[in-house]
C-alpha cells in the first residue's frame, strides 16, 4: 500500500481545504482558537482535524475530547467521523475504533467521565453517575417531591405567589409558573458555581438569602433517595469535581475539541481548563451566533478566550484562524449580514480598543454572482405583505428553483402568539401549500395530538373542568380538553369500528375497576391488609366466591399459570402481598402505548401512514411518532400500568391528563419536539430563528423583525453574584438580537427575502430597518438569476449498519420506516432489551479476557 | 486457569449482568420479565461454559468494521459498519458474530447468515491485507436441556448436555457471495433514501421463512406495533378469516404466559417491588 498521507485522503474525498482550512486542520500543539462564520465548513474542519490526530499522529480516539451544543449535531459528527476514518482506514490497512471515544454534549460526556476509570480513582458505587434529569424529569421533580416541602422549608406560607414575584416581577399564584421560574434560576446557579453561602454573602436583597437557602434544599433533596439524582446543569459540576478531586484526570485527553464555544457557560469552561492538562484546547464558535444567554451560555467565554487561555493554560502559545469564507450563501447575502452586524457599537464602555465582539473575521463570499440574492416586500400590511410572499413561494416551487418546498424555510424571532404567522400560512394555503410548523402553536394543538388524546378521553374518560380555577392557562388546557374531544366524536362518528372498539374498552375499563372494588371490600370485610402476604389457601377460595367478580377475574385468580407464578416467586423470596395479588388480577393487560397502536389501525391514523409510505406527505407520521414518545416517558416514568385502583379512584385520570399532559401543555416545548431535519417533504418549514441554528436553507423568509427586549430576569437578579468580564445588562438585550437576526440572515443559500411589515402596532428593529432601504424589492428580482437548487446527497457519505438498518429493512421496509426512520417508541422493546443485555455481558467477559492475557504477557 | 478462576469469572459475570441490566433500564426506561432477564443470565453462562476456550482467546472485541466509499446502483456513496469479535491465534484468524438466535435456525438459514459473514470477512481483508481462515456465528441460545441442567446445577446433567450442544456454526467464505451481497446492500441503501417502505406483501406474511416456525405474518408481524395500522397485514388476517386485532398463535398456552410475563413486571414496577 502507497504511504498515505491526509492530501491523498483529502483527494480521496474530493475536499479542497483553502488555506486557513488546511491550517486549522493540520495544526499540532497548543491552544487554538478558530474563528468561524456563517457556511465556513467548521464541521468539516473539526472532523479532519479529529481524523488528522487519529490517522496521522498517533492519538488514540479514546484520547480526544470532542464536545458539541446539541446531540444531533453530536450524531452528525460520530457518522462524519466514522464515514472519514472508514476511508483512511482502506488507505492505511489500520483500524480506528470510535466507539470508546469522547464525542456528545457536555452533560453526556460529563455522564460518561465520572464512571470512566481512567478518571475517576474511586471504586464501586464512587464510581456510579448520578441518576440523570432532563429538563421535564426536573420539572416533575420541582412539582413533586420538591415542592411538598419548599414552602415550610423557607417559611413561607404562599410560596407560588413569593416566587413568581420575586423571579418574574409577576403576581401570580400558579404552580406552573412557580416552578418554571425556579428551575432556570436553579440551573443558573448551578451553571455559574455558586455556591450558597457566597450567595447569601453577596445578596443584595432578602429573597436571594432565601432563595440561597432554597436551592440549598433542592441540592439536598436531589442527594436524599437511594440513588443520588441530578439535572443537566449539576451532572456538569459533579464532573468537574471528580476532575479535580483526581490529579491525574487532567492528562488523559491529548485533545480537547469544542464546537460551538460561543454557547459555553461558567461550569462548562471551568471543565475545558481543568481538562487540558496538555495545553492541547482547540474552541470553535462564531461570537455573531451566540444565542442561548437564556440557557446560562456565556458568549464572553469566546470573545475573551486569548485572555482566558493567558490565564488558564499557563506557558502555552495561541494559535487564532479565522474560517471566514462563506461557502454557502451567494455575495448578496453575505454582504448584507456583515454589513448588519456592523451597525451595532461593540466597544467597550471604558477600555480602549476593546470589544465585545471579534472584528477581524475576514468574512467573505465564496458565490460571488454580482445579482441580486436578498429582496424585501414591499412596505405594507401583514395581508399584503403575506400575499406577496406567498406569491413569491409560489413561484420559485413552480419554476423548480427548490426540489421540495421543504427548501424554503420561514424564520421568525417567535412563532407563538405572532399575528403574521397565521395570517402567512392562510396565504400560502390559498396557494395549494402547505406548512411544517410544529412550533407555531402548541405541539399538543396539532390536529394529530388533538385526535389522539380525544380518543383516549372517549376512552378513559376527562377530569372535571373547576369552575373556580377556569382562567388563564388552566382554562386554555380545559378548552383545548374539550376541542380534543368533539375532534375525536367527529372521528368516531363516521367509523362504526372505532366505536365498537371505544365501547369495549370503556367497558373492559369498568370491569378492572369494578373487580377492585369488590375485592378491595372482600378485604375490608375480613379485616385483612393489602400489605399482607398472599395465601392461596385463605384469600383465593374467599374471593372466587365473590359473585358479581367478572369472569376473567375468576379465571385468572383461580388459573394454573398464576398460581405457578406464585410459587415460584415464593421459591425466589420475592413478596406476594394482597396488595400485589390484587393489581396483577385487576389491571389492564395492555400499555397506554399499546392502546395508541392499536387506535393507529383505525382509518383516521391510518391515512397518515398511508400518506408517509406514499411519501406524499410526512407531517402527519412525524406528529404521530412524537406523540408515542411522549406516552412512552409517561409509561416508563410516571405509570406502568393502568390498574382497576386507578380506574376506580380516578388517580389515572389524574395523573396522565390533570398532571402530565397539563404540564407538557404548558411547558408547550420541550427538548423532545427535536427538530425534524431534513424537514417533512411537501411541506414548508416555519421555524424560530433558534431551531434555525446551523441549518441552511436554499431559501429563506425572514417573517418577522421584531425590535430587543431588555435582559431577562433571572439575568438581572443573578449577575450582581457574579465576578468577571461580562457584557453590561443595559447593552446584552440589544447584542443579542444583532446575534439573532445575523443568524436568520445567513440560513439561506440562494435568496432570502425579509417581510417589510408596516402599520400600527408593528414596531421593527432599528438596524434592520436600517437596511431594508437599500435592499431591492421583490420586483427587481428575476427568477431566473436564481439557481435551481437540487436534492442535495448529504456531504459526507452515511453509513449503514448491516444488522441495525440492512437486516432490519429486509425484515420489513414498513417497519424500519416507523421505528428506525420516524422514531416512534415501540411498546414492547424486550427483544432489543434482551439482545443488548447478552452482548454487553459477553463484551465485558471479553474485555476481562484481553485485559488478562494482557498483565498475564 | 483454574477452579478458583472460574468461579471468580461467574462472579465477575453476575456483577457485570446486573450493572449491565440496570444501565439499561436507566437508559431506556424499560425492563424486562424475570423469565427474559433469566434467560438473558442463562445465554450468558452458558456461552462462558461452552465458548470458554473462545472467550479464553478473543483478540478483539466489538471490533467495528466499515466498507467505506460503496456506491449504490443509483450513485450514491455510503459506507457499510458491521460490529465482529476477533480471535487470533498465531497465523490463524477467526472472525465471530454473536447472535443471541437459536443454532439450529442458524443452521437452516446459513445462506441468510453467511451474506453477513463474508462481508465481514471481505472488510477485514481490505484492512488488514489478508482473509480470515475461518468465519462463523456464535448462537448463544442455549438448548432446553443445558438451561434445565443449569437451572437445577445438576453437574453430570450440565456435562453431558454442554458436550451435545455446539453453538458455533462456521461458514465457508465465498468472494462471489460478498459481491452479491454488496450489489444488493446498494440497492436497498438506494431504498431507503428514495423513502421506499412499503411492507412486504400479504402472500409474503403467509409464508414461512426457513427454520420459522409460523408463516412471517405470525412469527414477525405479531410481535410489531405497527400491524394495526399495516394493509398487508390486514390482508393477511382476512385471508385467514380473522381481524388484524386477532392473534394468531399454534399455541394458545405461549399467549398467556406473554401476558402473564407482561403482568407481572408491570405489577412489580406498580406495586414497588
Not at chain 1, 603 to 619: C, P
Amino acid at each position: 500500500m502507497a504511504q498515505a498521507t491526509l492530501d491523498t485522503l483529502f483527494a480521496k474525498m474530493n475536499f479542497k481545504p483553502n488555506k486557513n482550512q488546511k491550517r486549522a486542520i493540520e495544526h499540532g500543539d497548543g491552544p487554538l482558537f478558530l474563528v468561524a462564520g456563517p457556511g465556513s465548513g467548521k464541521t468539516r474542519v473539526l472532523l479532519w482535524r479529529a481524523v488528522n490526530l487519529i490517522v496521522f499522529h498517533g492519538v488514540k480516539p479514546e484520547e480526544i475530547f470532542l464536545s458539541t451544543f446539541t446531540e444531533k449535531a453530536a450524531l452528525q459528527l460520530r457518522q462524519g467521523l466514522l464515514a472519514l476514518l472508514a476511508v483512511a482506514s482502506s488507505e492505511t490497512g489500520l483500524p480506528y475504533d470510535i466507539s470508546q471515544m469522547y464525542v456528545g454534549t457536555m452533560h453526556s460526556l460529563c455522564h460518561k467521565l465520572i464512571s470512566d476509570k481512567r478518571i475517576n480513582r474511586r471504586t464501586g458505587s464512587g464510581r456510579k453517575a448520578p441518576v440523570l434529569l432532563d429538563e421535564l424529569d426536573q420539572y416533575f421533580f420541582l412539582y413533586d417531591e420538591f415542592w411538598r416541602t419548599a414552602g415550610k422549608h423557607i417559611g413561607v406560607s404562599n410560596i407560588n405567589a413569593y416566587i413568581n414575584g420575586y423571579i418574574a416581577n409577576k403576581t401570580t399564584s400558579s404552580k406552573h409558573e412557580a416552578v418554571r421560574n425556579c428551575q432556570s434560576l436553579f440551573n443558573r446557579f448551578s451553571e455559574e458555581c455558586l455556591t450558597a453561602s457566597a450567595m447569601r454573602e453577596k445578596a443584595e436583597e432578602d429573597e436571594m438569602t432565601v432563595m440561597a437557602d432554597l436551592y440549598d434544599y433542592y441540592l439536598e433533596i436531589l442527594k436524599s433517595g437511594p440513588r443520588p439524582r441530578a439535572d443537566l446543569a449539576l451532572i456538569q459540576q459533579e464532573g468537574y469535581r471528580v476532575l479535580t478531586e483526581n490529579p491525574d484526570a487532567k492528562c488523559v485527553f491529548k485533545h480537547i475539541i469544542v464546537d460551538e464555544y460561543q454557547d459555553t457557560n461558567a461550569i462548562q469552561e471551568k471543565i475545558y481548563f481543568e481538562l487540558a492538562g496538555h495545553k492541547n484546547i482547540c474552541v470553535v464558535g462564531d461570537d455573531d451566533q451566540a444565542l442561548y444567554r437564556f440557557r446560562g451560555a456565556t458568549v464572553e467565554n469566546f470573545v475573551f478566550f486569548p485572555d482566558r487561555c493567558r490565564s488558564n493554560v499557563k506557558g502555552a502559545k495561541l494559535t487564532k484562524i479565522p474560517l471566514g469564507t462563506n461557502y454557502r450563501s451567494r455575495s448578496g447575502i453575505v454582504e448584507l449580514y456583515s454589513d448588519f452586524i456592523e451597525k451595532e457599537d461593540w466597544r467597550h464602555e471604558t477600555k480602549k480598543g476593546k470589544y465585545y465582539r471579534i472584528n477581524d473575521k475576514g468574512i467573505t463570499a465564496h458565490r460571488t454572482d454580482g445579482k441580486i440574492a436578498v429582496v424585501a416586500t414591499s412596505q405594507g400590511r401583514s395581508e399584503a405583505v403575506c400575499d406577496e410572499i406567498a406569491e413569491l413561494v409560489y413561484g420559485l416551487i413552480r419554476e423548480k428553483k427548490v426540489a421540495d418546498p421543504n427548501q424554503i424555510a420561514f424564520l421568525y424571532p417567535s412563532l407563538k402568539n405572532c399575528a403574521h404567522v397565521p395570517r402567512m400560512i392562510d396565504a400560502l394555503a390559498r396557494r395549494g401549500l402547505s406548512v411544517y410548523a410544529p412550533r407555531a402553536n402548541k405541539f399538543l394543538d396539532n390536529e394529530e395530538p388533538t385526535a389522539m388524546i380525544g380518543m383516549f378521553i372517549k376512552v378513559f374518560g376527562c377530569p372535571e373542568r373547576n369552575p373556580q380555577y377556569d382562567y388563564g392557562s388552566n382554562r386554555e388546557l380545559f378548552d383545548w380538553f374539550d376541542r380534543c374531544e368533539a375532534l375525536a366524536d367527529e372521528i368516531i362518528k363516521t367509523d362504526r369500528k372505532l366505536k365498537s372498539f371505544t365501547k369495549d374498552k370503556q367497558l373492559e375499563l369498568e370491569r378492572v375497576a369494578g373487580d377492585y372494588q369488590y375485592i378491595e371490600n372482600e378485604i375490608i370485610r375480613h379485616g385483612w391488609n393489602m400489605e399482607d402476604n398472599f395465601n392461596i389457601h385463605l384469600h383465593r377460595p374467599a374471593f372466587m366466591k365473590i359473585k358479581v367478580l367478572s369472569k376473567e377475574a375468576k379465571r385468572d385468580i383461580s388459573g394454573k399459570r398464576l398460581e405457578a407464578v406464585i410459587k415460584r416467586r415464593g421459591e425466589q423470596g420475592r413478596a406476594v402481598t394482597l396488595k400485589w395479588f390484587v393489581n396483577r388480577v385487576t389491571s389492564l393487560d395492555w400499555s397506554i402505548l399499546d392502546l395508541f397502536y392499536e387506535l393507529c389501525g383505525f382509518d383516521y391514523f391510518r391515512n397518515m401512514f398511508d400518506l408517509a409510505e406514499s411519501r406524499d406527505d410526512e407531517g402527519p407520521i412525524c406528529n404521530l411518532a412524537l406523540i408515542s414518545q411522549y406516552l412512552a416517558r409517561y409509561v416508563d416514568d410516571h405509570q406502568t400500568l393502568v390498574t382497576g385502583r386507578s380506574i376506580l379512584t380516578e388517580y389515572f385520570i389524574n395523573e396522565f391528563f390533570t398532571r402530565y399532559l397539563r404540564a407538557l401543555f404548558k411547558l408547550g416545548e420541550t427538548e423532545y419536539e427535536d427538530t425534524n431535519d431534513p424537514f417533512p417533504r411537501g411541506r414548508i418549514p416555519f421555524l424560530t430563528i433558534h431551531q434555525a441554528k446551523g441549518l441552511e436553507f436554499p431559501v429563506v423568509v425572514l417573517g418577522n423583525i421584531t425590535p430587543a427586549k431588555g435582559p431577562q430576569r433571572v439575568e438581572v437578579l443573578v449577575r450582581p453574584l457574579l465576578e468577571g468580564d461580562y457584557e453590561p445588562l443595559d447593552r446584552s438585550g440589544e447584542f443579542d438580537t444583532m446575534r439573532k437576526y445575523y443568524v436568520a440572515l445567513s440560513r439561506a443559500k440562494n435568496l432570502l427575502v425579509i417581510a417589510n411589515m408596516r402599520g400600527p402596532g408593528i414596531r421593527r428593529h432599528g438596524h434592520l430597518d436600517t437596511l431594508l432601504n437599500n435592499v431591492p424589492s421583490i420586483d427587481d428580482l428575476d427568477l431566473d438569476d436564481i439557481p435551481a437548487e437540487e436534492t442535495l446527497d448529504s456531504e459526507v457519505p452515511r453509513v449503514y449498519s448491516y444488522t441495525a438498518d440492512y437486516l432490519s429493512y429486509l425484515d420489513c421496509p414498513r417497519k424500519y420506516m416507523l421505528f428506525r426512520k420516524y422514531g416512534f417508541a415501540p411498546a414492547r422493546t424486550t427483544i432489543m432489551f434482551f439482545g443488548s443485555l447478552v452482548h454487553r455481558t459477553i463484551e465485558d467477559l471479553h474485555h476481562l479476557m484481553i485485559e488478562r492475557r494482557g498483565e498475564g504477557s | 486457569m483454574s477452579k478458583v478462576d472460574d468461579r471468580e469469572i461467574e462472579q465477575f459475570l453476575e456483577k457485570v449482568f446486573d450493572e449491565n441490566y440496570e444501565h439499561l433500564h436507566a437508559e431506556t426506561g424499560r425492563g424486562i420479565t424475570p423469565a427474559m432477564r433469566q434467560l438473558a443470565w442463562e445465554h450468558v453462562r452458558a456461552y462462558w461454559r461452552r465458548m470458554k476456550a473462545v472467550a479464553e482467546k478473543v483478540t478483539e472485541t466489538e471490533v467495528r468494521l466499515s466498507l467505506p466509499s460503496q456506491i449504490s446502483p443509483t450513485g450514491r456513496q455510503y459506507t457499510i459498519e458491521g460490529v465482529v469479535d476477533v480471535v487470533r491465534e498465531g497465523d490463524e484468524t477467526i472472525i465471530y458474530d454473536l447472535k443471541t438466535h437459536n443454532p439450529d435456525i442458524v443452521m437452516i438459514n446459513k445462506e441468510a447468515y453467511a451474506g453477513q459473514l463474508n462481508v465481514y470477512a471481505h472488510i477485514w481483508q481490505k484492512l488488514r491485507g489478508s482473509t480470515p481462515d475461518d468465519i462463523a456465528i456464535i448462537a448463544t441460545e442455549p438448548p432446553a436441556e443445558v438451561r434445565k441442567a443449569l437451572q437445577e446445577n445438576d453437574k453430570d446433567a450440565l456435562e453431558q448436555e454442554m458436550a451435545n450442544w455446539d453453538p458455533v456454526v462456521r461458514l465457508n467464505f465465498d468472494q462471489n457471495a460478498v459481491d452479491k451481497c454488496v450489489t444488493h446492500f446498494g440497492q436497498v441503501v438506494d431504498n431507503i433514501e428514495n423513502g421506499r417502505f412499503v411492507p412486504p406483501a400479504p402472500e409474503v406474511l403467509g409464508k414461512k421463512k426457513p427454520g420459522q416456525k409460523a408463516p412471517f405474518g405470525t412469527a414477525v408481524c405479531r410481535h410489531c406495533d405497527a400491524r394495526f395500522s399495516c394493509r398487508s397485514y390486514e390482508k393477511y388476517m382476512a385471508s385467514k378469516g380473522r381481524k388484524k386485532t386477532d392473534v394468531i398463535v399454534s399455541d394458545g398456552s405461549e399467549l398467556e404466559a406473554e401476558r402473564e410475563d407482561f403482568l407481572e413486571t408491570m405489577v412489580d414496577a406498580e406495586t414497588g417491588v
